[in-house]
């Protein structure tokens, strides 16, 4: 990974997203289950959460645009903002290297080979 996309990607997570996700990735206590208002808490992004098992272009999407469908349902309520305005592509691609090198090796290898089956499926569908 590069060393300098990996620090601006650790500023921006700082700066942008630690409030929710936590400041070790951690997520929100109890992630899993629905608050009050029926949305989901921030899920962590470390080896415990689910952002590993997504390819790069999905966490690419969610990171600019928000949780919007086809992502997610129609309808569907979350906390999470589009950051779009506020990062551009490069910036995206640091955070998510950031996130990627806190991985272990296991799971880095594994989120690498969603993203090439994901790819694999995209070029079939050309």
């Given at each position: 990974m590069d060393r300098a996309?990996?620090?601006?990607?650790?500023?921006?997570?700082?700066?942008?997203c630690a409030s929710c996700h936590g400041k070790n990735l951690e997520g929100d206590?109890?992630?899993?289950?629905?608050?009050?208002?029926?949305?989901l808490p921030?899920?962590?992004h470390d080896d415990t959460g689910h952002t590993w098992h997504h390819a790069d272009?999905?966490?690419?999407?969610?990171?600019?645009?928000?949780?919007?469908?086809?992502i997610v349902p129609e309808g569907f309520e979350t906390d999470m903002p589009a950051f779009g305005d506020k990062f551009d592509d490069k910036e995206i691609w640091s955070v998510l290297a950031f996130i990627k090198s806190t991985w272990s090796e296991e799971v880095?290898?594994?989120?690498?080979?969603m993203t090439e089956n994901a790819a694999r499926r995209d070029r079939r569908a050309d």
């Open positions: 996309q990996v620090e601006t990607g650790q500023r921006l997570y700082a700066a942008h206590p109890d992630w899993q289950s629905r608050l009050p208002n029926g949305r921030a899920p962590p272009a999905l966490l690419f999407s969610i990171i600019k645009d928000g949780l919007v469908p086809p880095q290898s594994y989120q690498k080979l």
